[in-house]
Each structure stands twice: as C-alpha cells, then as structure tokens.
C-alpha cells in the first residue's frame, strides 16, 4: 500500500502474491499495482500510471478483483484503466476481462475497500484449485472461495479475533 515506482509495478514487480492487498501505488510505466508476475486470491484497486494498465500489467491474475486502478486516456493509444495484456481467470473486473468464470461488476466493498458486503457477487464466485492458506485476515478459505484477498463470512473479521464471549461456549 501507497509504494511508488520510477518504472513498472509500483506494488509489485515480476513477483509472486497470494492473498494479498495491493493499493494505492503509483508507477510511471506499466502497472501501477502489478507488473508481470502472478497474483492469486488478491484485491488491487486504487493502483495508478502513466502508461498502462493502471491495476496490472503482464501479470497472470486468478480470484482476484481489480478494481477502480487509474491510467490516463488520450494521444494515440486507448489507456487500460484495471487490466492491460497477461491473463485472468475467475476474477472481476470492468469491462470483463477474457477468460473462465471472470464476472464483471461493482465488487460492492465495506468502506474499508478490502472486505466485501453480504451482496458482493464476488462471493463464493473464485476457484478452489488455487486456494490455500489464509485469507488476509487469517481465515480459512471456504470450498468456493471469493474472489479478492478477504473471504466473506457472515461473522465480521473482528468478532473472530476477539474470541467468544465470556461465559459462552462458543
């Protein structure tokens, strides 16, 4: 979060995340969240660059959203706002990116642009074959997966970490 690169990938260059938020960076050239490399159960929204590919570029992207990134339009060539060239699948992005299960809508975030809301259609909407570990708040990935770095329980993060209630047997 908020890094910046004089060059491509101003969250990551030619690297390999998992489970990971990446936001609010800003490259010169391409990728303002990612460059190359591969991005698995991630959220990169916010991201910005003067070039291409404001969310990524280059990269091989699975169960990720990509969302709100920046990338000035005009001269001669279309500017990609969330995704220029490298893959997807089952991630969700606009305008829909090619590939299996990609889905192309409002992620629909807490306002803390990381957990998603109850009517999120990136829930249950990834693939499991990619899942492991933890999300980024430490839960275990459920059997279908959402899309993005959080998985959707309907029991807020907090109230996992704080434990059960006195005098409960929870």
Known sequence: VDNWSNNDGGGSSTSILKNSLVARNRASNFGGGVFGGSAT??????????????????????????????APTGGFQLRTNNVYSGS??????????NGPGNIAADPQFLEDRVHLKP????????????????????????????IGCDQWLPMPATALLRGPTPGTRN
């Open 88 to 97: 997807a699948t089952f991630c969700c992005s606009s305008p829909l990116l």
């Open 41 to 70: 159960s991630c959220t990169i929204h916010d991201n910005e660059t003067l070039r291409d590919g404001g969310g990524t570029s280059f990269a091989a992207l699975t169960n990720c959203i990509i969302h709100a990134n920046i």
């Open 119 to 146: 009517t999120s259609p990136c829930i249950a909407a990834g693939t499991n074959s990619v899942t492991s570990g933890f999300d980024c708040d430490g839960q275990a990935w459920t059997s279908t997966p959402s």
